[in-house]
């Protein structure tokens, strides 16, 4: 069985600071992991996804993950925050089936 | 590449009313389905999945069925709304060989009231 737990439920940064959005996840097996992001009533855009190749992974818009084994944790960075980056992320551990993250609501102030 | 379409984009309908939500997907051929309802400030909640014409499985008993007539056509509905159906309802589709990457579509918002 797997699961993911999404650290935070809403993070607030200025534009131009840096992003943090933590994620640690459970998982019996090698889970593929995914990064997901939601504008207000729009569908799920995939961010990136890790599949046991490198464990930095490079997504759109600037933003990466990386993967680490020891701290069960897919953390989702950006050096830099853009007004535009304001949205839901959703991050997401699948083996079998996919399991989601209850969502952090991401608010980027000017 | 695929495209996953959702009709209505928003909706509107009175406690007890029938619901039928569509999803079809272009570009891809025997994808896996789902429907997934999000509530006001809470994650994706999976409702249902296919693997197949007329195989579906539900994860959460409730008043909404789906079914799928056809390979790439994707339906949920409800005999009678209830005002806890309101949300907002995702089709997506599980991309063949891609690690289970699911794709999503731009979703129906749904209005009990």
């Known amino acids: 069985a797997q699961s993911v737990t999404q650290l935070d439920s809403h993070v607030s940064v200025s534009e131009g600071t840096p992003v943090l959005l933590r994620c640690n996840y459970s998982?019996?097996?090698?889970?593929?992991l995914f990064w997901y992001v939601q504008h207000p009533n729009k569908g799920l855009q995939l961010l990136l996804k890790?599949?046991?190749?490198?464990?930095l992974v490079k997504g759109i818009n600037g933003f990466e993950a990386e993967f680490k084994k020891s701290e069960t944790s897919f953390h989702l960075t950006k050096p830099s925050a853009h007004m535009s980056d304001a949205a839901e992320y959703f991050c997401?551990?699948?083996?079998?089936?996919?399991?989601f993250g209850a969502g952090t609501r991401l608010t980027v102030k000017p | 590449s695929q495209t996953i379409h959702q009709w209505p984009a928003t909706l509107v309908q009175p406690v007890g009313s029938p619901l039928s939500l569509e999803c079809t997907v272009e570009?891809?051929?025997?994808?896996?389905l789902y429907w997934y309802r999000q509530a006001a400030g809470r994650g994706l909640q999976l409702l249902f999945y296919?693997?197949?014409?007329?195989?579906i499985s539900s994860e959460v008993p409730q008043n909404l069925s789906a079914s799928r007539p056809q390979d790439r056509q994707f339906i949920l509905s409800s005999k009678k709304l209830l005002l806890s159906d309101s949300g907002f309802y995702l089709c997506?589709?599980?991309?063949?060989?891609?690690?289970?990457?699911?794709?999503f579509g731009p979703g129906t918002r749904l209005t009990v009231l």
């Open positions: 997401v551990v699948s083996v079998s089936d996919m399991r």
């Open positions: 998982s019996s097996y090698s889970p593929s």
């Open positions: 890790y599949t046991s190749a490198a464990t």
């Open positions: 570009g891809t051929s025997n994808p896996n």
């Open positions: 296919s693997v197949g014409i007329g195989q």
């Open positions: 997506a589709c599980r991309l063949a060989g891609r690690y289970n990457e699911q794709f």
